[in-house]
């Protein structure tokens, strides 16, 4: 991808003097990042066979309408497929199979063996009256076959010698130690050993797809899974191996070191630790069948399926490169008036085909990007981090201007017949400009994300008047809010659905019932966001009034595992918000965290926040969330996972495309009984492998299945606020080297 040089000059700056002790701090050292390339083939009646790589790096798909080349692509701009004419006298010579040996490109067409390196002198004609494998082993030798019979070539016999087969041929390739060629037919592997001159079964085994030699032993593989067997008795080695991302096994190939597996679902690769990196749906792969794997120019991997080609790639990088290429990002495709908005309406992952699309939370997405900005700055001194910043917080300050309620902010606003609108008249007005139309029915979830950004700037910019118009909006929100009697007031007089912080509303809920403890936690939070900055004492009245007279402080303080489902008798009400955990509270939490304990009151006070801070990190930990790990570093404690938000950091994809992903079906997995946290699994999945999401969602969904590649979510919120706010505590460096990593030929 193309940078945006300003970008990388400002975010290389010198850091700011760190809040943290270095013991905790992760040094920005390079990781592996891997992206996919895609390459899709057009037309219905393609069929793939197997793909290739020559020393000139050069990439060669087998076809049934011959042999084709990848073109075009790029790293979110996928490529199509051309003939390959770089010999002409080729085109009508009906290639039926390709291979290489020593890293060139071998041809087999109705009547011969060629090639057109070592100066075409390689050229050996054949009598089989069509050809569809192709299989070379040393000096020069090589087995060719229609799938019913085999002819083998060498030195010593260049006239070629035709076995036939006890069945048809699926598959064939070479052992270098044996010196043997090996054949997959219905009933299992043959053996076709030239020095013997023999074709004989050598395992025996129905139901093999495909199988793979490996020095002394070869690996077969069927629809459960795969089993190793020693090279020189065909006996069994250990057990079958079935736990497995799909155990419906296709293809084989050793790559490096590693065993990479093509399946009916995606390509996997068996990690070190003897677990697997999964390569599944459009995010990595023209399709999931896959055909064919092998390994590629510039270390890449190669991965052909039924509907095109993919280039998995692995470069290494730092953070801060990661984290450069993101702010381009969003400043290319999910700015919409200042707001960090989704990239909709796509055709296919084709991202100049996409839509910026409002939001109900419009605000608190901004509020997330923006609170990333200021913290890029504080710890960089960015002119740009600062601009950015600006623009967007007055795309926050017009949502409270643009509509008649005073203090009241709007969810978003769009120019006047924005068509899709339609589809919500309930919650789009009219402005008082008949040019524009803003959306009602707030939610506290954008009153808190309001509320952290705002004390953020406030604090943090040293821009004098960045900082008024930070105070400015928040005094003005919690104006509305307490004058109201802790209600958002929407446009009709009533309060909005969840704008509600009163203890009429909020001590009605049985105490397993999370809004209690969520609600008293996020309006003590904000109040004292407001009065730490306005000095008006209302809001710290009002504050100590909640925590001790109306008993919020237990509220916001009570163990998270008490939350639960509401009690038999309780009302619907209560029932419906208690069905599960919801992942949307952990964001509102932790956006009030800023406040709640970094403008504590009193110092009793701020002690007992940070328990409950603690205590709810606690709950987080199996979810890996790097938002919520790093955050919690607010408390000062030295024991707040960053490996693990380093972790999310480093597997999160540079994809943020929403592209189905299916896991649900996974045989690798470790299944967990059903449970109020719908955690399903023993062990979180990588982020590069579930569906891309936002930092209130449940990092153990699985599945993806609607809307493939029809949007992009945007790395403001999801990937730049954990790691600023890393930068920002003093747990995260910036790289030894301030060269970056070259990133332009993503």
Known sequence: MRFLGLIGLCLYAIALPAQSSTSDLYQDVPFVQDYSVKYYLSGEDVRVSNVSVDRNQSIRIMTNHGILQPKDGRFLQPGTFATDREYLPMQDMEIGALGIYENQFIYVNRKAVFSNAWAGDFFQPHHLPGVDYLCMGDNFEFVISDGQKIEYFSAANSEGEIYQLPGEMKEMQYAENTKAYYLLLADGIYQFNPSRETLEKFIKKDGVTTFATD??????????????????????????????????????????????????????????????????????????????????????????????????????ITLLDKATYFEEQVRLRHIRHGFNATLGDMEKGDIFTGTLKDSDNDGLWTSMYLAAEAFRYKVTGSAEALQNCQESLDAMERLYTINPVAGFPSRSFERFGYKTRLADPGRWQHATDPNWDWKSTTSSDEAIGHMFVFGVIAELVDDAQMQNQAIRLMDTLMSHIVKNDLYMIDYDGNPTTWGRWNPEYVNAFPIVVGDRKLNSSNIISMLQTAYYFTKKEKYKNKALELLYDYGYLDNLIRPINLIGSAPDGSDDWSKMLSESWNHSDDEMYYCGYWGLYRYALNDELKKKYKEAILDHWQAERPEKEGLWNIFTAITGTKDFDLKEAVWYLQQHPVDLINWAVVNSNRKDLDWLPDNFRTQRIAEVLPPDERPIQRHNSNMFNLDRTGGNGTSESSAGDIWLLPYWLGRYFGVISAPESIEPTSLTDW
């Open 215 to 316: 020095k002394d032993t070869i690996i077969i593989a069927t629809a459960e899974g795969y089993q190793k067997m020693s090279m020189k008795n065909g006996q069994a080695i250990g057990a079958p191996v079935s736990k497995l991302p799909c155990p419906e096994i296709t293809c084989l190939a050793k790559i490096n070191d590693q065993w990479w597996f093509g399946s009916t679902e995606g390509a996997f690769v068996q990690r070190s630790d003897g677990k697997y990196d999964f390569y599944n749906g459009e995010r990595w792969l023209a399709s999931n069948d896959v055909v064919d794997i092998q390994a590629g120019p510039d270390h890449s991997v190669l991965i052909l399926s039924k509907k095109g080609l993919a280039q998995i790639f692995f470069q290494d």
